[in-house]
């Protein structure tokens, strides 16, 4: 469950987001919105042209109350919803000119975020009924980060670790630098100290073996078959939480997670993205 400074840090992320995305493209004004008389107020509808699911809204949200702190919106969907074609998504009232100002960068949080959550909602409806949770990684758009993950989440996915700095990841590199397997997680054991998570990646059965005879708990299986995926499950016998990673997608994953892993990480949730078609109308 989310606390309050959770609720609070994200609140902070969002106002970031949005100034960052207001001062470029804004800027110094917009030329194009000083067309219209300084007090005209309009009216606005957002649809959707596509099924999805839908996220963002805060964000787009703030994009048009940085503008206009007495613009009202009034919303027909909410976060993690999922929406239909031609469905109309919120009504928004305020100044012509703020409205008009907004409505790019708005959209294009609002399509950003539920390409991300629609994304997600797909692959954790293709594993259902499986013991497997959907992860996702730290391949995310440049400063949008607590952004999709929290589109992740909106689509019924997990979040791992937000960076570096809240988590340890021990790939191949870490491991050939560091002399092995043990002698990396002995040195991450004393850095984590219980307070957050260890995770190895491993490449074949030999290295499984040596991260869980030196006491790994999470370990992530890199490109490994579906034999080979299969055969980790058996051999783990539940002594560490096994994640499937390299090479996943949507037509696959129900067979990696038929495996019995317990995590699925895929990069794709948050790289490679598909914005939702969305757009605003200005009506009478």
Same mark, same amino acid.
């Given at each position: 469950?989310?606390?309050?400074?959770?609720?609070?840090?994200?609140?902070?992320?969002?106002?970031?987001?949005?100034?960052?995305?207001?001062?470029?493209?804004?800027?110094? #004004?917009?030329?194009?919105?000083? =067309?219209?008389? &300084?007090?005209?107020? +309009?009216? /606005?509808?957002? %649809?959707?042209?596509?099924?999805?699911?839908?996220?963002?809204?805060?964000?787009?949200?703030?994009?048009?109350?940085?503008?206009?702190?007495?613009?009202?919106?009034?919303?027909?969907?909410?976060?993690?919803?999922?929406?239909?074609?031609?469905?109309?998504?919120?009504?928004?009232?305020?100044?012509?000119?703020?409205?008009?100002?907004?409505?790019?960068?708005?959209?294009?949080?609002?399509?950003?975020?539920?390409?991300?959550?629609?994304?997600?909602?797909?692959?954790?409806?293709?594993?259902?009924?499986?013991?497997?949770?959907?992860?996702?990684?730290?391949?995310?758009?440049?400063?949008?980060?607590?952004?999709?993950?929290?589109?992740?989440?909106?689509?019924?996915?997990?979040?791992?670790?937000? #960076?570096?700095?809240?988590?340890? =990841?021990?790939? &191949?590199?870490?491991? +050939?630098? /560091?002399?092995? %397997?043990?002698?990396?997680?002995?040195?991450?054991?004393?850095?984590?100290?219980?307070?957050?998570?260890?995770?190895?990646?491993?490449?074949?059965?030999?290295?499984?073996?040596?991260?869980?005879?030196?006491?790994?708990?999470?370990?992530?299986?890199?490109?490994?078959?579906?034999?080979?995926?299969?055969?980790?499950?058996?051999?783990?016998?539940?002594?560490?939480?096994?994640?499937?990673?390299?090479?996943?997608?949507?037509?696959?994953?129900?067979?990696?997670?038929?495996?019995?892993?317990?995590?699925?990480?895929?990069?794709?949730?948050?790289?490679?993205?598909?914005?939702?078609?969305?757009?605003?109308?200005?009506?009478?």
């Amino acid at each position: 469950m989310t606390n309050k400074s959770d609720t609070a840090l994200l609140s902070q992320k969002i106002r970031q987001n949005v100034r960052n995305s207001l001062d470029e493209d804004v800027g110094s #004004g917009d030329l194009t919105a000083m =067309l219209l008389p &300084e007090d005209l107020t +309009a009216r /606005a509808l957002v %649809i959707t042209r596509q099924s999805g699911v839908l996220c963002g809204t805060q964000w787009f949200e703030e994009c048009f109350f940085m503008l206009d702190a007495g613009c009202k919106i009034t919303w027909h969907a909410n976060d993690g919803d999922s929406i239909r074609p031609s469905q109309t998504l919120c009504e928004i009232e305020g100044n012509a000119r703020a409205l008009l100002s907004a409505e790019r960068n708005a959209l294009n949080f609002l399509q950003t975020l539920s390409g991300t959550a629609t994304a997600t909602r797909r692959y954790v409806d293709a594993i259902k009924g499986t013991r497997a949770k959907i992860m996702d990684t730290r391949k995310t758009l440049p400063g949008l980060r607590d952004a999709q993950k929290y589109a992740v989440r909106m689509g019924g996915g997990h979040n791992q670790r937000m #960076g570096l700095y809240d988590g340890i =990841l021990i790939k &191949e590199n870490h491991i +050939a630098a /560091a002399g092995g %397997i043990a002698a990396v997680l002995e040195k991450a054991f004393r850095i984590a100290a219980d307070r957050t998570s260890v995770q190895i990646e491993v490449e074949n059965m030999v290295e499984l073996d040596e991260a869980l005879a030196a006491g790994a708990k999470l370990i992530l299986l890199d490109n490994f078959d579906i034999d080979m995926l299969a055969a980790a499950v058996k051999h783990n016998d539940g002594r560490a939480e096994l994640e499937a990673s390299g090479g996943i997608t949507l037509p696959s994953i129900r067979e990696v997670a038929e495996t019995g892993v317990d995590r699925i990480s895929i990069g794709a949730l948050t790289k490679d993205v598909e914005a939702l078609d969305l757009s605003m109308r200005i009506v009478k």
